[in-house]
Nanobody, 121 residues
Framework: QVQLVESGGGLVQPGGSLRLSCSAS????????MGWYRQAPGKQRELVAA???????NYADSVKGRFTISRDNAKNTVYLQMNSLKPEDTAVYYC???????????????WGKGTLVTVSS
């Protein structure tokens, strides 16, 4: 079994910063990609940032220049540094790993339960 545990969410003022962390517990054979998604109230879930094994990154246009995704492969952990936060960044943020946990199984997506980020005065 694999379980993703997120931390770092909370209330922050506009212009402030927050750092999200997500660590996978359990045995993982390989990770193809790690990413962060978010779902704002009344909105669809969207990709915020992703990082692949080759360290290439992908960001939503709305967060480019403000958010940075990074990883620690040894810890099976992905981070999201969020700077210059705006009220529209308010959402539940979900961690995602595309990973293979058993050699005889194909890679699959695994999700965290989400952590709430609220940007407000």
């Amino acid at each position: 079994q694999v379980q993703l545990v997120e931390s770092g969410g909370g209330l922050v003022q506009p212009g402030g910063s927050l750092r999200l962390s997500c660590s996978a517990s359990g045995t993982i054979l390989s990770i193809n990609a790690m990413g962060w998604y978010r779902q704002a109230p009344g909105k669809q879930r969207e990709l915020v940032a992703a990082i692949v094994n080759g360290a290439s990154t992908n960001y939503a246009d709305s967060v480019k220049g403000r958010f940075t995704i990074s990883r620690d492969n040894a810890k099976n952990t992905v981070y999201l540094q969020m700077n210059s936060l705006k009220p529209e960044d308010t959402a539940v943020y979900y961690c995602n790993f595309n990973a293979r946990i058993r050699w005889f199984e194909r890679s699959m997506d695994y999700w965290g339960k989400g952590t709430l980020v609220t940007v407000s005065s």
